[in-house]
């Protein structure tokens, strides 16, 4: 699959604990951008790397951090985890900046119980 | 603040009929709009951006800026257009990026 990929698809846990999640791009795009989409919030930007370093920062609470790593994956760190962070999140990769067109990845749903 | 506002939850045509999905947006610089479409089972999707000026399945978007919308319109609507429709701003000058609350399209047969 040349697409966004996003890892895991289902993810379930419980109120404190910590979680990762996955994503890579496609192949030849710099920038990652991740996103989370809940019933009340609607689809939230939280962060974009490119080419490994951060460049855009959006309502991405101080639990939350993410890293793009030398081959260009990214990974979202969910810590402390609370029932309103169960949601769906969301992985885009571009080929430049903040501007260009994103291809999404499916989400990974999480669950917080 | 609310940056993109999409006031239609839901809004159900029939097939032929002409199709207005609104949107507004606040930002007072020069905006980057785009339309995302995400259709039943299939990925967030670029359908068209402004500064193309294209015309995308039929659809078209005007970037009005007096009264700050970027409105997504249709002649006719297809049943094949039915999908969840996403406004979405990217301000010059601000490393953000915002998505409307998305407007689900019915088109009935």
């Known amino acids: 699959d040349s697409g966004v990929t996003q890892t895991p698809k289902h993810l379930i846990t419980a109120t404190g604990q910590r979680v990762t999640l996955r994503c890579s791009p496609r192949?030849?795009?710099?920038?990652v951008y991740w996103y989370q989409q809940s019933l009340d919030q609607g689809l939230q930007f939280l962060i974009q790397y490119y080419n490994g370093e951060e460049r855009a920062k959006g309502n991405i609470l101080e639990r939350f951090s993410a890293q793009q790593f030398p081959d260009l994956h990214s990974e979202l760190n969910l810590s402390s985890l609370e029932l309103g962070d169960s949601a769906l999140y969301f992985c885009?990769?571009?080929?430049?900046?903040?501007?260009?067109?994103?291809?999404f990845g499916p989400g990974t749903r999480l669950t917080v119980l | 603040a609310q940056r993109v506002t999409q006031p239609e939850k839901l809004l159900s045509v029939f097939k032929g009929a002409p199709v207005e999905l609104k949107c507004n947006y606040s930002y007072s610089g020069s905006p980057e709009l785009f339309w995302y479409v995400q259709y039943s089972r299939q990925r967030l999707q670029l359908l068209l951006r402004h500064i193309s000026r294209e015309s995308i399945k039929g659809f078209t978007a005007d970037l009005n800026k007096g009264e700050t919308s970027f409105h997504l319109k249709k002649p006719f609507a297809q049943e094949e257009d039915s999908a969840m429709y996403y406004c979405a701003l990217n301000p010059y000058n601000f490393n953000k990026f915002y998505f409307g609350s998305g407007t689900k399209l019915n088109v009935k047969p």
């Open positions: 192949s030849g795009d710099l920038s």
């Open positions: 885009a990769s571009s080929v430049g900046g903040i501007g260009d067109e994103q291809f």
